[in-house]
């Protein structure tokens, strides 16, 4: 399709959107190029999404691993695909075993079954043109052979370390000479590329039912971790499909609960009885009507957004035009309020690909809290996710913590279509921050017509609690004093990782166009 947008940047970031036929964008260079090194050897756009996600594993530690979850949208040509490859809790997960202190922010504890391993090989069953294991190749050579770490990746890195250097197999992993790497050091992990290899020969089977199920249990046990290698084997991703809503003439689609995609959804739902191209953009009245969006979703999400077989309320309910109507109808224009939930009626990374063929893929995953537990499986590489912390201990509450249950999860992938057709895939990494990103990306496109490097450039704020709001700096002075007249509660942050990253492919007629965004060391790939 044609561009509905300038080429004009507005903003103060060096970056200008690439064009392509053949297109991968994400957090980190190298795994950009080894994503497009797969579309160069004559595979799609879902076998370069998966060699992209695999290489972020260990070129990107401070965000994602081997034992992340994932989640991804595919668009094959026709239609839209969603699948949800996040994991469940232990079997032993009861509240009675964690009791009001509820589950821990790290340590073993806190892991649910990683389900990374798994998105990538159903995605390739399904949609894969190469062979599984060369997928794999780029990570298994940066592993054995090492990476120069980039400036981003080790400023991360350097700060976690005080959150993370107690917990079993982290410094041993990710302390080479009792420190984290500097900017520019090479850093080796033998370690992850050998479990890399195991997985590709064995087609993901090892991690979940061979020799590396069965050292996640042994050091679990050892941990005092109650995860089995049965809890590993019961696993599986789920096509899921996608939930959508309108916006200005451009259909939104999102991953389904136990995601906190819907919350976008409901934003945007809310902002679209609002006349926003009216408002300059990085206007405070633009800016307060996005705020006071986001806060009503949250407040929804929270109250009734978990794994999708234990939700009281549905998806359909919450995104009904009418009830996001009397939401919007509870928006003052001139003053922010505290948001509670309605009635209803009735540490991440994110990739994207696209092919000449039309194929376009939306992907994150994530160890959530930069690295996650903090756990390292010792001599694998194997660092585990956190996502049991978002469970809560409320009784009655469709996430409290339960056995074999999925918990509310941040990450989410991005599509937006028009008619039918694909427009783009998109992403905002960043915890609570991406269903915030997205709508304040969307909202760029769709009322203020900038394209999608300027979308990812403009400045961003997040909602944090309560009146709470950090805004990034870009913001014009009068728009935050007119803010804080108005009753918000304006945090400072001097820190761009604050407001997320993001990642964004737009179809054109004869190609694509991709963004980066500059809060990273990523990169677009294409040719």
């Not at 028009?418 to 769709?446: C, E, N, T, W, Y």
Request: with cysteine; glycine share 10%; proline share 7%.
């Amino acid at each position: 399709m044609s561009a509905p947008f300038g080429w004009h940047n507005p903003y103060s970031w060096p970056r200008t959107p690439v064009l392509g036929a053949n297109v991968v964008c994400t957090s980190q260079p190298l795994a950009a190029q080894a994503g497009l090194s797969m579309l160069a050897a004559g595979g799609n756009a879902v076998d370069a999404a998966i060699a992209t996600a695999i290489t972020l594993t260990i070129v990107e530690p401070v965000s994602n691993g081997i034992g992340s979850d994932a989640f991804a949208i595919v668009w094959d040509g026709e239609q839209l695909h969603g699948l949800n490859a996040s994991g469940r809790s232990p079997a032993t997960w009861t509240p009675e075993y964690f009791g009001d202190q509820g589950v821990p922010a790290f340590g073993w504890n806190s892991v649910t079954v990683p389900g990374a391993v798994s998105g990538w090989m159903q995605l390739h069953e399904r949609f894969g043109r190469l062979p599984f294991d060369q997928l794999f190749a780029p990570a298994i050579s940066y592993g054995r052979n090492g990476f120069l770490v980039s400036p981003m990746v080790a400023s991360q890195w350097e700060a976690q370390v005080p959150v993370f250097a107690s917990q079993p197999g982290f410094a041993a992993a990710f302390l080479p000479n009792g420190r984290a790497p500097k900017a520019g050091e090479l850093f080796t992990f033998p370690d992850h590329a050998a479990t890399l290899e195991k997985i590709a020969e064995s087609g993901g089977e090892a991690f979940y039912r061979g020799e590396l199920a069965a050292r996640l249990e042994a050091h679990s046990t050892a941990h005092g971790g109650t995860m089995r290698a049965s809890d590993l084997a019961a696993h599986r991703a789920d096509w899921v499909g996608t939930i959508s809503g309108a916006y200005r003439g451009y259909t939104v689609h999102e991953i389904p609960p136990n995601g906190q995609g819907i919350v976008a959804l409901m934003a945007l739902g809310i902002l679209d009885q609002f006349d926003i191209s009216s408002l300059p953009v990085d206007s405070a009245d633009s800016v307060h009507l996005q705020i006071e969006a986001v806060k009503l979703a949250f407040a929804d999400a929270h109250a009734c957004v978990a794994d999708i077989d234990h939700m009281t309320v549905t998806t359909e309910r919450l995104l009904d035009s009418e009830y996001l109507r009397q939401r919007a109808a509870l928006i003052d224009p001139r003053r922010a309020k505290p948001a509670s939930a309605g009635t209803p009626r009735g540490g991440t990374v994110y990739l994207t690909a696209a092919d000449a063929s039309g194929l376009m893929v939306s992907m994150i995953q994530s160890n959530y809290m930069g690295f996650g537990s903090g756990v390292v499986v010792p001599d694998t590489g194997i660092a585990l996710q956190n996502r049991g912390a978002n469970f809560v201990v409320t009784p009655g509450h469709p996430n409290r913590i339960g056995p074999a249950k999925r918990p509310f999860h941040t990450i989410i992938p991005g599509f937006v279509t028009k008619d039918g057709a694909p427009v783009m895939s998109f992403g905002v990494m960043g915890g609570p921050m991406q269903p915030q990103g997205h709508v304040q990306v969307l909202v760029r496109i769709a009322d203020y017509d900038q394209n999608p490097q300027a979308a990812c450039d403009g400045p961003r704020f997040r909602w944090v609690d309560g009146l709470q709001v950090a805004c990034e700096k870009g913001f014009p002075a009068a728009t935050l004093d007119e803010l804080r007249q108005r009753g918000h509660d304006l945090l400072t942050v001097d820190d761009y990782n604050a407001f997320g990253s993001c990642q964004a492919i737009w179809r054109l007629q004869d190609g694509y166009l991709a963004a980066s965004d500059p809060r990273r060391d990523g990169q677009v790939a294409a040719f």
